[in-house]
């Protein structure tokens, strides 16, 4: 557990043991649990984590030296910018967050495959040598702006991502300094060197402004708890209360593309780019806890439930609008409008998971099934099979089947119909890749009395409660697919503990018993939604059963989301599936216009396997008859696996 401050509040300068985990609070009613505490072991997301561990990392360093990304930083050094540049305003951040990537790979592999470590570990020292060669003698770090025959540092703040890229270079020296704290890494040292310029030139005293697209804050304020500087943690907090104001130029789309039309305190919803504003909701997160700020917190628990409840698909993903990428109005949730960036779902679990580590009360659960509901329909959904393309965005309507992406071309982004190897704007293949690395973080936290299961699938933990008060347990489960987790201990303190588990909203009808180690059974109860805990004096081999309901499901969406009024959508546990158009070959809707079908829902969905079947209704106009056939359904995260085809997860109804 870290240590904390007496006068800062803030986690002390010995930071050997702080959990290898992107968030450390200063404060929180239960902290993550880190890499070195919980194992994923098997399952879905062993097999997401294997497959990014052994494919998606090299593809994104080829990638970033095809593009000469990584060669900017060469160039930088060298002295031969701007001629030769290449990639947007922002590729610095790639750069970043594929070494933040692998960093968390890094600790994920140190005790099973620590060859595997060592050799990622020494590729990332290589590229990080050549980002130390860029930097500036004041701390200065970007290859875009700020030498001769470019524009001047901090100049173009609307547009210009300096102290976005920033943000993620902090991110990833957190994360090194999180996996190697004993030893020197030359990022922790680049970082610190560019957060003491920022701010010397953000100050109270300095440029009143703010980064058109926020990250800086959530950086800083990591950055600050990792290295014990509570004065970055005070300038994330000056970002913050300066956004808001007016302090950015207003654009086309108006100042609420980077949320700098209202006070951040005074929002009561997310709006503008999706990304933007859920980094920023969640660096204020950071900010309101570590300086006790309980009405900015307050606040920021409302703009959370008020989009998810009114701005959030189905599947988690967030932003409706292609344009400017941003958030509709309450209720603007069209399918086939969809934008719903990668990057917008991993901005969403990262402000749901900072208010989750706050939160003593009933909304824990929510904001994990949150968490969990975007892990599996935004996250999971990007990445190919094989790991190496991607959604950029992810509509939950396809009309017209795509063009396959050449595998050697870099696509537009948000363009492609199916997964594109590399695009111009690149920011969602690391993203994805950091989030997979680090995933174990998310599947458990801990107190003073014990042990919350937030996220199910096969794992191993084990950490300590206080000190001497050691626990391991070993989480059995075949979850998403059947509902049955079972948390085993194999460590426990003299004294009671409380075991908790998330009951997600969906599970009505969910139980929990007790399995003494003697294999005695307690009666089963049936629990409510939310948090069930189960507290008692546990000995070596008690096992904590939760069933949860995992059959498929019918669910008619809320009648103020217009655009899908008049239809379903089916789910099973968390995951949410879809109708594509390649299952009704072979059937007798075969060739049928995909606009005439409908979902029939008085036959009961049926599973095959792995998937779920629905009896489906095509009317085929032209003939003038109705013809019903079975088709499977796919769970929405593998669809377009096999190739080109029309899509939709809201199917009208009868």
Same mark, same amino acid.
């Given at each position: 557990?870290?240590?904390?401050?007496?006068?800062?509040?803030?986690?002390?300068?010995?930071?050997?043991?702080?959990?290898?985990?992107?968030?450390?609070?200063?404060?929180?009613?239960?902290?993550?649990?880190?890499?070195?505490?919980?194992?994923?072991?098997?399952?879905?997301?062993?097999?997401?984590?294997?497959?990014?561990?052994?494919?998606?990392?090299?593809?994104?360093?080829?990638?970033?030296?095809?593009?000469?990304?990584?060669?900017?930083?060469?160039?930088?050094?060298?002295?031969?910018?701007?001629?030769?540049?290449?990639?947007?305003?922002?590729?610095?951040?790639?750069?970043?967050?594929?070494?933040?990537?692998?960093?968390?790979?890094?600790?994920?592999?140190?005790?099973?495959?620590?060859?595997?470590?060592?050799?990622?570990?020494?590729?990332?020292?290589?590229?990080?040598?050549?980002?130390?060669?860029?930097?500036?003698?004041?701390?200065?770090?970007?290859?875009?702006?700020?030498?001769?025959?470019?524009?001047?540092?901090?100049?173009?703040?609307?547009?210009?991502?300096?102290?976005?890229?920033?943000?993620?270079?902090?991110?990833?020296?957190?994360?090194?300094?999180?996996?190697?704290?004993?030893?020197?890494?030359?990022?922790?040292?680049?970082?610190?060197?560019?957060?003491?310029?920022?701010?010397?030139?953000?100050?109270?005293?300095?440029?009143?402004?703010?980064?058109?697209?926020?990250?800086?804050?959530?950086?800083?304020?990591?950055?600050?708890?990792?290295?014990?500087?509570?004065?970055?943690?005070?300038?994330?907090?000056?970002?913050?209360?300066?956004?808001?104001?007016?302090?950015?130029?207003?654009?086309?789309?108006?100042?609420?593309?980077?949320?700098?039309?209202?006070?951040?305190?005074?929002?009561?919803?997310?709006?503008?780019?999706?990304?933007?504003?859920?980094?920023?909701?969640?660096?204020?997160?950071?900010?309101?806890?570590?300086?006790?700020?309980?009405?900015?917190?307050?606040?920021?628990?409302?703009?959370?439930?008020?989009?998810?409840?009114?701005?959030?698909?189905?599947?988690?993903?967030?932003?409706?609008?292609?344009?400017?990428?941003?958030?509709?109005?309450?209720?603007?949730?069209?399918?086939?409008?969809?934008?719903?960036?990668?990057?917008?779902?991993?901005?969403?679990?990262?402000?749901?998971?900072?208010?989750?580590?706050?939160?003593?009360?009933?909304?824990?659960?929510?904001?994990?099934?949150?968490?969990?509901?975007?892990?599996?329909?935004?996250?999971?959904?990007?990445?190919?099979?094989?790991?190496?393309?991607?959604?950029?965005?992810?509509?939950?309507?396809?009309?017209?089947?795509?063009?396959?992406?050449?595998?050697?071309?870099?696509?537009?982004?948000?363009?492609?119909?199916?997964?594109?190897?590399?695009?111009?704007?690149?920011?969602?293949?690391?993203?994805?890749?950091?989030?997979?690395?680090?995933?174990?973080?998310?599947?458990?936290?801990?107190?003073?009395?014990?042990?919350?299961?937030?996220?199910?699938?096969?794992?191993?933990?084990? +950490?300590? *409660?206080?000190?001497?008060?050691?626990?391991? =347990?070993? %989480?059995? !489960?075949?979850?998403?697919? &059947?509902? #049955?987790?079972?948390?085993?201990?194999?460590?426990?303190?003299?004294?009671?503990?409380?075991?908790?588990?998330?009951?997600?909203?969906?599970?009505?009808?969910?139980?929990?018993?007790?399995?003494?180690?003697?294999?005695?059974?307690?009666?089963?109860?049936?629990?409510?939604?939310?948090?069930?805990?189960?507290?008692?004096?546990?000995?070596?081999?008690?096992?904590?059963?939760?069933?949860?309901?995992?059959?498929?499901?019918?669910?008619?969406?809320?009648?103020?989301?217009?655009?899908?009024?008049?239809?379903?959508?089916?789910?099973?546990?968390?995951?949410?599936?879809?109708?594509?158009?390649?299952?009704?070959?072979? +059937?007798? *809707?075969?060739?049928?216009?995909?606009?005439? =079908?409908? %979902?029939? !829902?008085?036959?009961?969905? &049926?599973? #095959?396997?792995?998937?779920?079947?629905?009896?489906?209704?095509?009317?085929?106009?032209?003939?003038?008859?109705?013809?019903?056939?079975?088709?499977?359904?796919?769970?929405?995260?593998?669809?377009?696996?096999?190739?080109?085809?029309?899509?939709?997860?809201?199917?009208?109804?009868?």
């Amino acid at each position: 557990m870290t240590t904390t401050g007496a006068e800062t509040g803030l986690p002390s300068a010995s930071l050997a043991t702080a959990p290898v985990a992107p968030v450390v609070p200063a404060r929180g009613a239960r902290r993550m649990l880190g890499l070195g505490e919980v194992t994923i072991t098997g399952g879905f997301w062993a097999d997401r984590q294997r497959v990014n561990g052994e494919h998606t990392l090299s593809h994104i360093g080829d990638w970033l030296e095809r593009e000469g990304w990584i060669a900017n930083f060469d160039l930088a050094a060298a002295g031969g910018l701007p001629q030769g540049r290449r990639g947007r305003e922002f590729s610095d951040s790639e750069v970043y967050k594929y070494l933040e990537a692998v960093a968390w790979e890094v600790g994920r592999l140190d005790a099973s495959d620590p060859a595997r470590a060592a050799e990622l570990e020494q590729r990332a020292d290589a590229v990080v040598a050549r980002v130390a060669a860029a930097q500036q003698a004041d701390g200065y770090l970007n290859t875009m702006f700020g030498r001769e025959g470019q524009a001047p540092r901090w100049s173009q703040l609307e547009w210009g991502h300096e102290l976005y890229c920033l943000g993620h270079l902090f991110q990833s020296a957190v994360a090194w300094q999180r996996v190697r704290p004993t030893s020197h890494k030359e990022i922790v040292e680049i970082a610190r060197r560019s957060a003491d310029l920022v701010l010397e030139a953000f100050g109270e005293a300095g440029i009143q402004s703010v980064c058109g697209h926020a990250e800086i804050e959530v950086g800083l304020a990591e950055l600050g708890r990792a290295l014990g500087r509570p004065e970055y943690v005070a300038q994330a907090l000056l970002f913050v209360e300066r956004r808001g104001h007016g302090v950015l130029a207003d654009i086309e789309w108006g100042r609420s593309y980077y949320q700098d039309d209202i006070p951040v305190r005074e929002a009561v919803v997310l709006r503008g780019h999706a990304v933007r504003a859920n980094y920023l909701a969640a660096g204020a997160v950071d900010v309101a806890v570590d300086t006790s700020d309980e009405d900015l917190l307050t606040a920021l628990v409302s703009q959370w439930e008020r989009t998810a409840e009114r701005r959030t698909y189905v599947t988690g993903g967030q932003g409706s609008h292609h344009q400017d990428e941003a958030f509709g109005e309450d209720w603007e949730l069209p399918s086939d409008r969809a934008y719903s960036e990668t990057c917008a779902g991993i901005a969403s679990i990262m402000f749901s998971e900072r208010l989750l580590l706050q939160d003593s009360g009933e909304n824990v659960a929510r904001y994990g099934d949150l968490v969990e509901r975007t892990l599996y329909n935004v996250v999971a959904t990007s990445p190919q099979a094989d790991g190496r393309a991607f959604f950029y965005s992810n509509t939950l309507h396809q009309r017209v089947p795509g063009a396959v992406s050449d595998p050697d071309v870099v696509s537009p982004r948000a363009r492609s119909a199916l997964r594109a190897p590399w695009f111009e704007v690149s920011c969602c293949p690391p993203n994805v890749a950091r989030t997979f690395a680090s995933l174990a973080a998310y599947i458990a936290t801990a107190d003073a009395s014990g042990v919350q299961v937030l996220q199910y699938a096969p794992a191993r933990i084990a +950490t300590e *409660l206080s000190p001497g008060r050691a626990v391991e =347990l070993t %989480v059995e !489960t075949e979850y998403p697919a &059947r509902g #049955v987790i079972r948390v085993r201990v194999d460590a426990a303190p003299s004294g009671p503990v409380t075991l908790s588990l998330r009951v997600p909203a969906w599970a009505a009808g969910a139980s929990v018993r007790t399995i003494t180690g003697d294999e005695t059974p307690s009666q089963s109860r049936a629990v409510e939604t939310g948090m069930v805990s189960v507290t008692r004096e546990f000995a070596v081999g008690d096992v904590v059963e939760l069933t949860l309901p995992i059959v498929p499901r019918f669910t008619a969406p809320d009648p103020r989301v217009d655009a899908i009024r008049g239809t379903v959508v089916v789910q099973r546990g968390p995951e949410v599936f879809a109708l594509e158009s390649v299952d009704l070959d072979g +059937t007798a *809707l075969e060739g049928a216009d995909f606009a005439d =079908l409908f %979902v029939d !829902t008085s036959v009961a969905l &049926r599973e #095959v396997g792995s998937g779920v079947t629905a009896g489906v209704t095509a009317a085929v106009r032209r003939r003038g008859t109705s013809e019903v056939a079975d088709v499977p359904l796919v769970p929405y995260h593998s669809w377009a696996n096999r190739g080109p085809s029309s899509m939709r997860v809201w199917i009208p109804s009868s």
